[in-house]
């Protein structure tokens, strides 16, 4: 089994590099930000009154973490499309279309794509290459290309950070610069304790992911961390090869938990995270404690995961980060390649077969 205190180690077992890209998340938050900047906003997108963002897989969480980070405070609700088809509501010029996909190659994102113009609506583009580029410039369209090669999930900073700088500049929220500052700082200052050179009893992610072996994985997440725990879910399934879900409260008390009895034996292989944070509503640290209390009297293991920083903003990205290590580990652990997702490549190919 790999020593998850010998740095060597894990970098030969990570040979197409995913620690770096855990590691440069918040230089990718950086550079994102700063290239949307540099794309000069069409006058009529001030008149936006609701935004969609098409996508899939580590394309659209972006969009997902943006939604949650801004119903609280913007008029302008965002939704996110994870199929081939836009709502019945995304129509006409007061709706922005922003379709995002690593590859640019997308399939069910560049049918969305398609509708979008015939129903009047707004259309932005964020894509590496791929057909998504080159149909957006044929369309004269607005486009922000991704600057950074990686597996999508991996290039998380690039479809979350220039969602956040349009919604600064558009004025769906207050300036978000600072909190963006913030949340780089501290991932980076925390970064520092969950890297590869950090031995296990000084590392939190690594500690935790000896926890998990052999285990579902539950990521439970409240409020902004809603769509965290989602990140979480995906990365445990991306990068360690391993079973795991989300929910998100306060919804699992009306009926997760009435299904905790069967079948016999499942809850001892069954771990429990909960993601918390000093902005958590009051009732929502209630519920955490009284579900975490739940799942222990049912068999299972649990842990509770704080958040660091004071922005929402800083709290979000600093749990995802200890979540994208806690996944490299685990699948280091497991023996896994934390890149590659072959699974899912012979499913798409099996798509286009047919």
């Given at each position: 089994m790999l020593d998850p205190n010998n740095e060597q180690s894990i970098g030969a077992a990570d040979p197409q590099g995913m620690l770096d890209?855990?590691?440069?998340?918040?230089?990718?938050?950086?550079?994102?930000?700063?290239?949307?900047?540099?794309?000069?906003?069409?006058?009529?997108?001030?008149?936006?009154?609701?935004?969609?963002?098409?996508g899939m897989g580590g394309s659209a969480i972006g969009g997902s973490l943006l939604a949650s980070l801004l119903a609280p405070e913007s008029s302008v609700p965002v939704f996110v499309v994870r199929d081939y088809?836009?709502?019945?509501?995304?129509?006409g010029p007061d709706t922005l279309v922003i379709a995002s996909s690593n590859s640019g190659n997308t399939e069910e994102?560049?049918?969305?794509?398609?509708?979008?113009?015939?129903?009047?609506?707004?259309?932005?583009?964020?894509?590496?290459?791929?057909?998504?580029?080159?149909?957006?410039?044929?369309?004269?369209?607005?486009?922000?290309?991704?600057?950074?090669?990686?597996?999508?999930?991996?290039?998380?900073?690039?479809?979350f950070a220039p969602l956040l700088n349009l919604a600064s500049r558009l004025g769906w929220a207050h300036d978000l610069k600072p909190d963006l500052d913030e949340a780089v700082r501290v991932m980076r200052e925390w970064g520092r304790e969950l890297t590869a050179g950090?031995?296990?009893?000084?590392?939190?992610?690594?500690?935790?992911?000896?926890?998990?072996?052999?285990r579902i994985v539950f990521v439970f997440g409240a409020g902004y961390f809603g769509e965290v725990a989602r990140r979480w879910k995906d990365q445990f399934n991306e990068n360690a090869k391993t079973w795991s879900a989300f929910e998100e409260l306060p919804e699992a008390n009306h009926n997760?938990?009435?299904?905790?009895?069967?079948?016999?034996?499942?809850?001892?292989?069954?771990?429990?995270?909960f993601?918390?944070?000093?902005?958590?509503?009051?009732?929502?640290?209630?519920?955490?404690?009284?579900?975490?209390?739940?799942?222990?009297?049912?068999?299972?293991?649990?842990?509770?995961?704080?958040?660091?920083?004071?922005?929402?903003?800083?709290?979000?990205?600093?749990?995802?980060?200890?979540?994208?290590?806690?996944?490299?580990?685990?699948?280091?652990?497991?023996?896994?390649?934390?890149?590659?997702?072959?699974?899912?490549?012979?499913?798409?190919?099996?798509?286009?077969?047919?």
């Open positions: 890209h855990i590691i440069n998340l918040p230089k990718q938050l950086e550079d994102g930000w700063a290239a949307a900047g540099q794309l000069e906003l069409p006058k009529h997108f001030e008149e936006v009154k609701r935004v969609v963002v098409a088809d836009l709502p019945a509501f995304a129509a994102t560049l049918s969305a794509l398609e509708q979008a113009p015939q129903r009047g609506g707004q259309l932005l583009a964020m894509p590496t290459g791929g057909q998504l580029a080159e149909r957006a410039r044929q369309a004269r369209l607005p486009l922000i290309t991704i600057d950074y090669q990686s597996q999508p999930r991996a290039a998380l900073g690039w479809s950090t031995p296990i009893m000084k590392n939190l992610a690594k500690r935790e992911a000896g926890q998990l072996m052999g997760l938990l009435a299904g905790t009895d069967w079948p016999d034996g499942f809850a001892s292989k069954v771990m429990a995270l993601l918390t944070g000093a902005r958590d509503h009051p009732r929502h640290v209630k519920r955490i404690e009284l579900t975490r209390t739940a799942f222990m009297m049912a068999g299972c293991n649990t842990d509770i995961l704080s958040a660091r920083g004071e922005s929402p903003l800083a709290q979000m990205m600093s749990l995802i980060q200890l979540g994208d290590f806690m996944s490299l580990y685990l699948a280091l652990l497991y023996g896994a390649e934390p890149t590659q997702v072959d699974a899912l490549a012979t499913f798409k190919q099996e798509m286009v077969g047919e």
